[in-house]
């Protein structure tokens, strides 16, 4: 595969409408604007693009979530990471991009928002994401039936931090 170069830096607000030009093109999981402003806002360190020449081919966006757990006999929460969404433009893909946003988001997730565990969903028809995810340390825990609007199920995968 011909290598090309490419940055990954934080989202800008006048990145926000190339990101979600390519969740359109790419997903069938589409958002409001406000959502990906709220995501902006409130994780900026976890909602990363792709550029190449300045143009944004690919991005991930993130939240935290925090989960009752018991730490000991103690209950206490924790923070998880949520992948949201990633996606790279077809044209560039099995070039490492995506990987190097998952990387970076990661890094975030722990080092800035203090998660100890991350977890995203999944298609089970899925089969590149669910590889490229394995390919970063994700496995499946489990399945929600029925999970997306046309009656697929979900795998969520999980990765401690
Ligand atoms: C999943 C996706 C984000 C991967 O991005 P990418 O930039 O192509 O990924 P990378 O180049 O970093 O791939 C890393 C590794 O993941 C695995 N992988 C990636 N795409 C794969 C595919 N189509 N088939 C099998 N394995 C794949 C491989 O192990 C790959 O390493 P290799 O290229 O050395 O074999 C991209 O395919 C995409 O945007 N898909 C459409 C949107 C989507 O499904 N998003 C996830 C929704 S949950």
Redesign the pocket.
Request: charged fraction near 30%; aromatic fraction near 14%; proline fraction near 4%.
């Given at each position: 595969m011909e290598r090309v170069e490419f940055r990954v830096e934080e989202v800008n607000e006048a990145d926000i409408p190339h990101v979600i030009r390519i969740n359109e093109a790419?997903?069938p999981e589409n958002y409001p604007y406000y959502f990906y402003e709220m995501l902006y806002k409130n994780y900026p360190k976890a909602f990363l693009v792709a550029k190449v020449g300045g143009k944004v081919v690919?991005y991930v966006m993130c939240r935290v979530e925090h989960s009752l757990h018991l730490d000991g006999f103690l209950p206490g929460f924790m923070k998880k990471g949520h992948i949201v969404s990633?996606?790279?433009l077809p044209g560039y893909?099995?070039?490492?991009?995506?990987?190097e946003l998952m990387r970076r988001a990661l890094e975030s997730l722990k080092n800035v928002y203090g998660c100890r565990e991350v977890y995203?969903e999944?298609r089970v028809s899925?089969?590149?994401?669910i590889?490229?995810y394995k390919?970063l340390g994700f496995r499946i825990d489990h399945t929600i039936r029925h999970y997306y609007k046309d009656g697929e199920d979900a795998y969520v995968m999980v990765k401690e931090l």
């Amino acid at each position: 595969m011909e290598r090309v170069e490419f940055r990954v830096e934080e989202v800008n607000e006048a990145d926000i409408p190339h990101v979600i030009r390519i969740n359109e093109a790419v997903l069938p999981e589409n958002y409001p604007y406000y959502f990906y402003e709220m995501l902006y806002k409130n994780y900026p360190k976890a909602f990363l693009v792709a550029k190449v020449g300045g143009k944004v081919v690919g991005y991930v966006m993130c939240r935290v979530e925090h989960s009752l757990h018991l730490d000991g006999f103690l209950p206490g929460f924790m923070k998880k990471g949520h992948i949201v969404s990633i996606a790279i433009l077809p044209g560039y893909r099995r070039r490492g991009i995506g990987t190097e946003l998952m990387r970076r988001a990661l890094e975030s997730l722990k080092n800035v928002y203090g998660c100890r565990e991350v977890y995203l969903e999944v298609r089970v028809s899925n089969k590149a994401a669910i590889e490229f995810y394995k390919n970063l340390g994700f496995r499946i825990d489990h399945t929600i039936r029925h999970y997306y609007k046309d009656g697929e199920d979900a795998y969520v995968m999980v990765k401690e931090l």
